[in-house]
C-alpha cells in the first residue's frame, strides 16, 4: 500500500505564505504524476497543480505566478510554495499520487486545512 502523509496547513493572514509537503511511503514500485487539489466548503475539489516524474508542470489559472508545485523524486515528496495567498485560496487541500505498487492506481492524502483570513 502506498500513504500520503500532508503537512503545513495554516491560519495566514492575505499576503502570506505557506508551504505544503508531502510524502509518500509504503511499497512503491513507481511514482508518477503528483498533484495538489483542494476543496472549499461547498465546493467542488478543483486542481491547483500537477507535476510530472519529469517535473513538467501545470496550474490552474487561478494560482499562477503565485504558487509553485516541486518534487523530489528520491524522496517521494512533492511540496507546493504558497505566495501572496488571498481569502479565496481557503480551503483543505489534499496531496495526489499516480503510483504503481501492484498496479496502476490513484491516491489521496487525508487533507490539510489552509484558511486565509485576517
Known amino acids: 500500500q502506498l500513504q500520503l502523509l500532508e503537512s503545513g496547513g495554516d491560519l495566514v493572514q492575505p499576503g502570506g505564505s505557506l508551504r505544503l509537503s508531502c510524502a509518500a511511503s509504503?511499497?512503491?514500485?513507481?511514482?508518477?504524476?503528483m498533484a495538489w487539489y483542494r476543496q472549499a466548503p461547498g465546493k467542488q475539489r478543483e486542481l491547483v497543480a500537477r507535476?510530472?516524474?519529469?517535473?513538467?508542470?501545470v496550474y490552474a489559472d487561478a494560482v499562477k505566478g503565485r504558487f509553485t508545485i516541486s518534487r523530489d523524486n528520491a524522496k517521494n515528496t512533492v511540496w507546493l510554495q504558497m505566495n501572496s495567498l488571498k481569502p479565496e485560496d481557503t480551503a483543505v487541500y489534499y496531496c495526489y499520487a499516480e503510483a504503481t505498487v501492484t498496479i496502476l492506481a490513484v491516491y489521496w492524502g487525508q487533507g490539510t486545512q489552509v484558511t486565509v483570513s485576517s
Open positions: 509504503g511499497s512503491i514500485f513507481s511514482l508518477n504524476a
Open positions: 507535476i510530472s516524474r519529469l517535473g513538467n508542470t
